[in-house]
């Protein structure tokens, strides 16, 4: 075949392409459809991860780049999921904060983030059906957990169906004429002026807390003063045009935020499961011994586990754990039944993809 021959079988294969790939859209649509009648989630995460795993095997046996391969079909599944409805994502802050951030790494461009002012609006969102997820943060690698999410959990019926993780890179953005020199006053929300401790004491300037991150961008934006900064990604200083007087300040590199996705419904078994849940043991000894061993009897790693105060009674508690499976697994499913013999309490948070 000489150079032209080539090219019009490249032509050839490229309009079967793009026909079969219009027909993967129609039948998305449909889906979509269907999913709209039966009040079902638009996002499938699992199915998403199947059909990556299966393209990436084809391009292995047909010893093609599987990562542009994958690079390909996500660009193929952004379209269908278009087609299908955009998804609506609530969170907490304002545009540009880090739960914005999670929820688009999460859910790709074909998603319209919701802010909200605070973790219990994101929680009633989801709940009103408003919105079809919420992003919310849990545990901070540094700071810990984030005990009102953790307490909002607890009384909702919202099930957690995913989760993901962000590393988290701070900024000090100011206006474009500041500099180091000028800046007297630096907002941001208190963990991430924690993070920051070392910078912060180095700049010798008033820390001001406030209620998240690119918050402070927007407020710092409004106020016009070069006096002022603000702590936040680089993301919100490019929404807000904003000028970044310094790049990665916080105090340890290994900074990383878990953030957990809120839905109706948990999710379907991955085959590379978490599942969260919340109890509360009875009142003798050795209790909390024998309601681990539930899980150590049966090979199933723990990934958490943490107390929290119940509020209802002084020195009494409740145990956060998260552990390896999926709760409709049978293993999984046997210790779960088995920790009645322990606990006063149980509820099942959510079993979830475990983040890549």
């Known amino acids: 075949m000489n150079q032209e021959d080539l090219r019009g079988k490249i032509d050839d294969l490229d309009s079967r392409i793009a026909a079969l790939i219009s027909e993967r859209v129609k039948a998305a649509a449909e889906i979509g459809k269907w999913k709209r009648e039966q009040s079902r989630i ?30 390909i079909y996500q660009q193929i599944m952004t379209a269908c999921k ?7 994502v609530a969170f907490q802050g304002e545009t540009g904060a ?19 002012e605070s973790f219990a609006d994101v929680f009633g969102a989801v709940e009103r059906r408003e919105v079809q997820f919420g992003v919310v943060p849990v545990e901070n690698s540094l700071e810990g957990s984030v005990n009102q999410v953790y307490d909002l959990l607890l009384g909702s019926g919202l099930k957690v169906c995913g989760e993901i993780d962000i ?20 907002y941001s929300h208190p963990q991430a002026l924690a993070q920051c401790r070392n910078f912060l004491k180095q700049l010798n300037s008033e820390t001001v807390p406030t209620t998240d991150t690119a918050g402070s961008v927007k407020m710092v934006k409004e106020e016009g003063s ?41 999710s379907p078994p991955s ?14 000894p050795g209790v909390l011994f024998e309601t681990l061993g539930e899980f150590a009897s049966r090979n199933i790693s723990l990934t ?50 475990r983040a890549k």
């Not at 880090?98 to 909200?116: D, K, L, Q, V």
């Not at 490019?238 to 953030?259: L, Q, S, V, W």
């Not at 107390?307 to 293993?331: A, C, I, M």
């Not at 779960?336 to 013999?341: S, V, Y």
């Open 304 to 353: 958490k586990l943490e107390s929290r105060p119940t509020r209802q009674k002084p020195w009494e508690y409740n145990f956060y754990l998260d552990f390896e499976g999926h709760r409709g697994d049978r293993v999984a499913g046997d210790a779960l039944k088995n920790l009645g013999k322990h606990v006063i309490f149980l509820k099942v948070l959510g079993s979830y993809p």
């Open 42 to 71: 638009i996002e499938d995460i699992s199915r998403e991860r199947r059909v990556l795993e299966h393209v990436r095997e084809i391009a292995r046996q047909h010893q093609v780049s599987q990562h542009d391969m994958e690079h």
């Open 271 to 284: 085959g590379d499961d978490k599942t969260s849940i919340v109890f509360a043991v009875k009142d003798r």
């Open 167 to 186: 590393r988290v890179s701070h900024c000090l953005i100011a206006h474009p004429e500041a500099s180091l020199a000028t800046i007297r006053r630096v």
């Open 82 to 88: 278009h087609v299908q409805g955009m998804m609506e």
């Open 98 to 116: 880090y739960s914005e951030e999670a929820a688009m790494r999460f859910f790709g461009p074909a998603t319209r983030p919701r802010p909200c």
């Open 226 to 266: 070069p006096e002022n900064a603000a702590i936040a990604s680089a993301r919100a200083a490019e929404i807000y045009g904003m000028k970044i007087i310094a790049r990665e300040i916080e105090d340890n590199p290994h900074n990383h935020t878990r953030f957990f996705i809120l839905s109706d419904e948990d």
